[in-house]
């Protein structure tokens, strides 16, 4: 065990150790061991991140609220005023402006504000997060989405029907989002070394589509209270979930002053212990790493236009999906608003198992860009047999509903996680750990302009074609996997080398996300 040494005044400052954690450790009269905060880090980052998505997913579960009448015709024999009737009587009348002839197109720019400020938010939150307390910077960033999803329901008791209300929401909604991603990928970065970090953060990562998951299950279940219920029930418990952060989120070892165990393969220590331990180490030292110097970290173009076009197709089912569904008979039956939410969280399952699969199965061939890119090829098939034969039978649905979330899900689960922490301590940093945050934000930003740009194409060209969305998503899914091709012939040909034994000293290979 070696013991970190005591932190600067201005890490103290910085980094001050949690209220809740000073008082568990004075009611006990004792520290709380490394393994301990590993495990409160692990937790209270799950909750913090999970009630991000719920809050998030709200919106695609009221849209057919909003905006009940635009049936799915291409799929369909049945006439237009049994759709219309189907639907009237399943879904009621709508929220003006949204039940208009324009509505999902209204519906497709609230997306797009909320997803572009969230965006450009990113890359801000990045870097300021790399220079101020994690927790408090979390904490202000929960508390602020509660308050702006919470005004978006007010708009329901207070029959607000401008449209220009409900847009400053949602992008004041998406501003403080944007603190989330780069600050717990920081921090979880901060506490777990990259030995079996895929694993981990596949495992993790599930707070996303649990997020998803319970966010749909509790805005579908207060629907029939009033559309406004499902969006200030998820407002208030980010706050309160923003509460927690504040009082237990250990942001780093330092501001606890927890014993490192050397011999802990987990350890973000391990192979860095003597930058660490050595308070006169420049890299311990360092300025955090600037915008343009991030960027150049080998593997990190690459890896933020992939999740460009990942995080384009997996958002457009966060946001679309439900709506879809309550718009698309399955079987000949149209379902509820409420029904079509709850079915859309099998995607989530999906997606839960396809992040521990791409996690554990990229630490078993250290290969992060060949198995980001093999799901990403083989979500194209799913996505064209889910629109082919989703509709048949409900059986059939749900089968394809979890393969495609597991491809979907899985590299963009790899990506913003384990790829991102990979990145943020790469060895050209040089022990430097002040660009996880920033690193974390580049990635996701840019993934994030994506999510943007899809659920508001998907807005448009669903008035025409269903079949023509799905045809942009297998494209991008397409795009994704080509941006991953340098990296995945450089992961073949260091696997290659490996089996001939002609690596450098016979060793095994470091991947290429430490190599290029």
């Known amino acids: 065990m070696g013991s970190i040494s005591k932190p600067t005044d201005e890490s103290n400052t910085r980094n001050a150790k949690p209220p809740g954690i000073r008082f568990v450790e004075c009611t006990k009269k004792s520290k709380i061991s490394f393994k301990s905060q590993q495990a409160i880090v692990l937790i209270v980052t799950f909750l913090a991140y999970t009630s991000y998505h719920a809050a998030r997913k709200t919106t695609s579960i009221i849209k057919s609220a909003l905006d009940p009448q635009t049936p799915d015709e291409t799929l369909q024999s049945v006439s237009f005023l049994q759709r219309s009737k189907a639907l009237s009587w399943v879904l009621g009348n709508g929220w003006a402006p949204f039940n208009g002839t324009n509505g999902t197109g209204l519906l497709g720019d609230l997306d797009l504000a909320f997803l572009f400020v969230y965006a450009v938010g990113m ?12 927790r408090i910077f979390l904490t202000i960033g929960m508390v602020g989405t509660g308050l702006f999803t919470s005004l ?54 599930a707070h996303t589509s649990v997020g998803n998951i319970s966010g749909s299950l509790i805005a579908a279940y ?18 309160v979930v923003g509460v927690i952060v504040f009082m237990f989120l250990p942001v780093d070892p330092e501001s ?11 350890s973000p220590k391990k192979g860095m212990t003597e930058h660490l331990l050595s308070s006169k180490t420049d890299a311990d030292n360092g300025s955090a790493v600037g915008f343009l110097e991030a960027w150049r970290i080998p593997g990190v173009a690459p890896f933020a236009f992939c999740l460009f076009f990942a995080k384009l197709v997996a958002y457009t089912f966060l946001y679309w999906l439900p709506f879809y569904i309550s718009h698309t008979a399955i079987n000949g039956e149209y379902l509820s608003d409420t029904a079509a939410g709850n079915l859309s969280t099998l995607f ?17 061939l250290n290969a992060r860009a060949i198995t980001a890119a093999s799901f990403t090829y083989c979500a194209i098939p799913a996505l064209y047999l889910y629109r082919s034969y989703g509709y048949i039978s409900m059986p059939v649905n749900i089968i394809l509903m979890l393969v495609i979330g597991m491809f979907v899900n899985g590299p963009y689960a790899l990506i913003t996680t384990a790829v991102s922490a990979d990145l943020g301590t790469h060895r050209s940093l040089k022990g430097n750990a002040k660009a996880l945050a920033t690193v974390t934000a580049i ?18 060209i669903s008035t025409q074609s269903w079949s023509a969305v799905f045809t942009m998503l297998m494209g991008s899914a397409f795009v994704a996997g080509l941006f991953l091709t340098k990296l995945v012939v450089a992961e073949v040909t260091e696997k290659y080398q490996d089996l001939q034994g002609l690596s450098s000293g016979g060793t095994h290979g470091s991947g290429v996300v430490d190599e290029v």
Do not use: C
């Open 443 to 460: 990635i996701d930003g840019t993934g994030s302009i994506g999510a943007a740009i899809g659920p508001v194409l998907t807005g448009y």
């Open 123 to 134: 890359f801000f939150s990045g870097h300021i997060g790399d220079r101020m307390n994690l």
């Open 348 to 364: 989530d399952v999906g997606g839960v198992m396809g992040g521990i699969l791409a996690g554990h199965i990229s630490d078993r």
């Open 256 to 266: 606890v002053g927890v014993d490192i165990d050397e011999d802990d393969t987990t």
């Open 152 to 205: 978006f329901g007010f708009g329901y008791w207070a029959n607000i029907h401008t449209f220009y209300y409900y847009l400053i929401v949602q992008m004041l909604a998406g501003l403080f989002q944007s603190t989330g991603w780069p600050s717990v990928v920081a921090v979880v970065g901060n506490w777990f070394g990259k030995s079996k970090r895929g694993l981990i953060m596949g495992i993790w990562n």
């Open 222 to 239: 207060f629907l029939k209270y009033g559309w406004g219920w499902s969006m200030v029930v998820p407002g208030l418990m980010i706050a």
